[in-house]
């Protein structure tokens, strides 16, 4: 069968295929999952959800109390899909920040744009004509690093649409979490349900935007998937405050720790990962029962990902390997 070019032209999600490799004897430090239990009264809601009949349609925009003003979408990855879509035309131009999650580039090819990659340092000197949008990620996937107000203003000054991936929000660990929706309205961010509140499976996430941005995604998801899991958005209304956020720091700190005195390290500010500077073989990892992410799936090779989202004794059961193989 013939596929389309538009298919044809895309990568498969190198992070996807790291997982699909994961046997039970092998410790994962690749999958960006926390391996929390989701908390009991998101499950409670769920399962009163269920047993009171409402397992129909909801609004396409979702349930007004969840959404907020803005989009109910299927995890942030459909947020992310939906928002390239509503803005790119056929050439345009989406500046992405190195090293970014492999999502990013394959989602603006499948709306017809072309991402430019660019150093955050080096943002300002990769725009054209042709540019559409910068597509941000604070707290960063891979790196950790949260963005500064300062920084954000400089982005801001840059006359551009700016698309801010938040999905790690609650889980900044020095200095505090700024959103470009506080720095610019008009920008478009998104976050999701799942990394906050361990519900990734529930597949609940949130663009906000401007009024008639939101709009037109909502006509857009009117034709794809219609409203999101009624009964998971249900779910979702119960999630409060930042459930795992000290378990998800000490785990940060111990696993840091460890790393650090095997490779080059940045303490990450935010987020679940580690992006050591190596060139270490991810598939030797492997061999040894440890699952790490090469940097090249994320444009930096010459690194790896490690997420520190595995119990500390894990996390420890993991370095330990990977010392005594080094050795």
């Known amino acids: 069968m013939k596929i389309s070019a538009r298919v044809e032209g895309i990568s498969e999600s190198g992070t996807v295929k790291m997982s699909s490799l994961i046997t039970e004897d092998i410790i994962d430090l690749a999958v960006g999952e926390l391996d929390f239990p989701t908390p009991l009264p998101i499950i409670n809601s769920t399962i009163e959800a269920l047993t009171s009949g409402k397992t129909r349609y909801s609004s396409v925009a979702g349930l007004d109390e969840l959404r907020d003003?803005?989009?109910?979408?299927?995890?942030?990855?459909?947020?992310?899909?939906?928002?390239?879509?509503?803005?790119?035309?056929?050439?345009d131009e989406v500046i992405v920040i190195l090293p970014y999650?492999?999502?990013?580039?394959?989602?603006?090819?499948?709306?017809?744009?072309?991402?430019?990659?660019?150093?955050?340092?080096?943002?300002?000197?990769?725009?054209?004509?042709k540019t559409r949008a910068i597509l941000i990620n604070t707290p960063n996937n891979p790196t950790g690093a949260v963005y500064s107000r300062k920084l954000l203003e400089e982005i801001a000054k840059l006359g551009l649409i700016v698309i801010s991936d938040e999905t790690y929000c609650a889980f900044v660990y020095e200095g505090n979490?700024?959103?470009?929706?506080?720095?610019?309205?008009?920008s478009i961010v998104i976050t999701s349900y799942s990394k906050t509140?361990?519900?990734?499976?529930?597949?609940?996430?949130?663009?906000?935007?401007?009024?008639?941005?939101?709009?037109?995604?909502?006509?857009?998801?009117?034709?794809?998937t219609g409203n999101?899991?009624?009964?998971?958005?249900?779910?979702?209304?119960?999630?409060?405050?930042?459930?795992?956020?000290?378990?998800?720091?000490?785990?940060?700190?111990?696993?840091?720790?460890?790393?650090?005195?095997?490779?080059?390290?940045?303490?990450?500010?935010?987020?679940?990962?580690?992006?050591?500077?190596?060139?270490?073989?991810?598939?030797?990892?492997?061999?040894?029962?440890?699952?790490v992410v090469a940097g090249e799936v994320f444009g930096a090779p010459g690194h790896i990902r490690i997420s520190f989202t595995q119990s500390v004794d894990k996390i420890n059961e993991a370095f330990d390997r990977i010392e005594k193989w080094l050795e």
Not at 108 to 115: Q, S
Not at 254 to 280: H, I, N, Q
Request: with cysteine; charged share 20%; aromatic share 10%.
């Open 197 to 224: 509140y361990s519900l990734a499976g529930y597949r609940v996430g949130i663009v906000k935007g401007p009024e008639d941005f939101i709009s037109s995604m909502i006509k857009l998801q009117g034709h794809c």
């Open 177 to 186: 979490h700024v959103s470009m929706r506080d720095v610019l309205p008009e």
């Open 228 to 291: 999101v899991c009624t009964f998971a958005q249900q779910g979702a209304l119960a999630a409060k405050g930042k459930p795992f956020f000290e378990e998800m720091k000490e785990r940060r700190d111990v696993a840091y720790a460890r790393c650090s005195k095997l490779w080059p390290c940045e303490k990450p500010a935010g987020g679940f990962y580690l992006f050591p500077k190596t060139d270490v073989n991810v598939q030797d990892l492997l061999k040894i029962g440890v699952a």
């Open 69 to 91: 003003g803005g989009l109910v979408t299927n995890g942030a990855k459909q947020a992310l899909y939906m928002t390239l879509q509503t803005v790119c035309s056929l050439g």
């Open 101 to 129: 999650w492999p999502t990013f580039s394959e989602q603006v090819k499948l709306a017809g744009g072309t991402p430019v990659f660019a150093d955050i340092s080096d943002v300002k000197s990769s725009v054209t004509d």
